[in-house]
């Protein structure tokens, strides 16, 4: 991809998956009085489909194991889960048929509302790195993007996001077993 249609792409992404996410400082939320954890048995993954001229397709994905309560807000409980545990993988772009870039492993967990219709969600701590990681083949490092971008991925840093194009049918939520800690 030439460098310029390559940030034209990023620009647009970054616009579209960063820019419109809603962020969670976790600093601002308490910590959960009860030692509470769900289980997550296998694997959880979905693909979400990006419009646009590159229209990226990514699988977004909770690893098995277990998620113990590390905030709430008056609507729910976060989880946090296995070191590493969200991932995200590019399965296909595109913009000239190349391939954009590698994914990401992510610190994360679930979101469990406390309303029981409502569907559990898949959060994540953005990482510094992230829409170059995503979206830029093999760059770790990147060179900076210009002021704009630099200042979206710096301003989300360290904060929870939902995965973007999560499902609402209830499979998240059906697939987490809930315990408590009587301590």
């Known amino acids: 991809m030439k460098p310029i249609k390559r940030l034209l792409a990023l620009i647009a992404l970054a616009g ?20 509470t954890s769900v289980t997550l048995r296998a694997p959880f993954s979905y693909v979400g489909q990006y419009g646009g001229s590159c229209k990226p ?7 098995s194991g277990e998620y113990v309560a590390e905030r709430q807000d008056a609507d729910g ?6 070191a590493n545990g969200v991932t995200s993988k590019l399965l296909s772009v595109s913009c000239n048929g190349g391939n954009m870039g590698r994914g990401l492993q992510m610190n994360g967990g679930i979101y469990v509302p406390n309303n029981p219709a409502q569907d559990a969600k898949g959060y994540f701590y953005e990482p510094s790195n992230a829409l170059y990681d995503v979206f830029l083949t093999g760059v770790t490092s990147p060179p900076r993007a210009g002021l704009i971008i630099d200042t979206i991925i710096e301003a989300n840093h360290g904060k929870i996001q939902f995965l973007p194009l999560q499902p609402s049918d209830g499979t998240l939520r059906g697939s987490v077993i809930f315990s408590v800690d009587a301590n």
């Open 16 to 35: 579209a998956g960063v820019g419109c996410a809603t962020t969670v400082n976790s600093e601002t939320l308490e910590v959960p009085v009860k030692k």
């Open 57 to 63: 397709r990514i699988e977004y994905s909770l690893a």
């Open 77 to 82: 409980i976060f989880y946090l889960g296995p």
